[in-house]
């Protein structure tokens, strides 16, 4: 198993651009999250997934989009960049043992916002 | 609202003595608390998590957590450390659909 899997590993932006990140994963989990670090901040939690066709907002939604076509994937899609969007975001599935369960992250994806 | 506060952004230990790190959830309801570690330039994974039962919590690497309901708190600790603890460990909780994360702690082993 690959596990969870993410593209690319580094993108660099022009404020205003669009682009999607990529994650995916072959454990069939139902839930799926995408996370953002910043410095001094720890790991903020932008759009979570329950399941294909379900998707709901965290704690730092706004800028950001995503769609659950797919059990296998969950793509986030940055509309219009903005230098605020610098960050390393990293995409989770969770087991299905309910909230309770651990989460695997994905390696990362560094984007930087010019 | 729930959260999770990491009372130390920075712990520097000497090498082979004891650490803990801090952490406190607030919440009224029962709660799933986690650990976990990013060791540099990778991304997380699991150490240990509370669901119920035994406060005493054993993980991985030698950590154990406690869970205090009293004091709302959920503690990392490891008797001895060694050079290769050298991470940022966070401490996470999760109820209803969501994980919300603290701001880590950044475990600095010295010689």
């Known amino acids: 198993n690959a596990g969870v899997t993410q593209t690319p590993k580094f993108q660099v932006l022009k404020t205003g651009q669009s682009m999607t990140l990529q994650c995916a994963q072959d454990?069939?989990?139902?839930?799926m999250s995408w996370y953002r670090q910043d410095p001094g901040m720890g790991l903020r939690l932008i759009h979570y997934s329950v399941g294909a066709g379900i998707t709901d907002q965290g704690e730092v939604p706004n800028g950001y989009n995503v769609s659950r076509s797919t059990t296998e994937d969950f793509p986030l899609r940055l509309l219009s960049a903005a230098p605020s969007q610098t960050s390393v975001y990293f995409c989770?599935?969770?087991?299905?043992?309910?909230?309770?369960?651990?989460?695997?992250f994905g390696p990362g994806t560094r984007l930087t916002v010019t | 609202a729930q959260s999770v506060t990491q009372l130390d952004s920075q712990v520097p230990v000497f090498e082979e003595a004891p650490v803990e790190l801090r952490c406190n959830y607030s919440s009224s309801v029962s709660v799933y608390l986690f650990w976990y570690v990013q060791y540099p330039n990778q991304g997380l994974q699991l150490l240990l998590k509370y669901l119920s039962g035994s406060t005493l919590v054993k993980g991985i690497n030698g950590f154990e957590a406690e869970f205090n309901k009293s004091q709302t708190s959920f503690h990392l600790r490891k008797p001895s450390v060694h050079i290769s603890d050298t991470a940022e460990y966070f401490c996470a909780v999760s109820r209803d659909d969501k994980i919300i994360f603290g701001k880590g702690t950044r475990l600095h082993i010295l010689p």
């Open positions: 454990m069939n989990h139902e839930y």
């Open positions: 989770a599935s969770m087991g299905d043992g309910g909230p309770g369960s651990e989460q695997y």
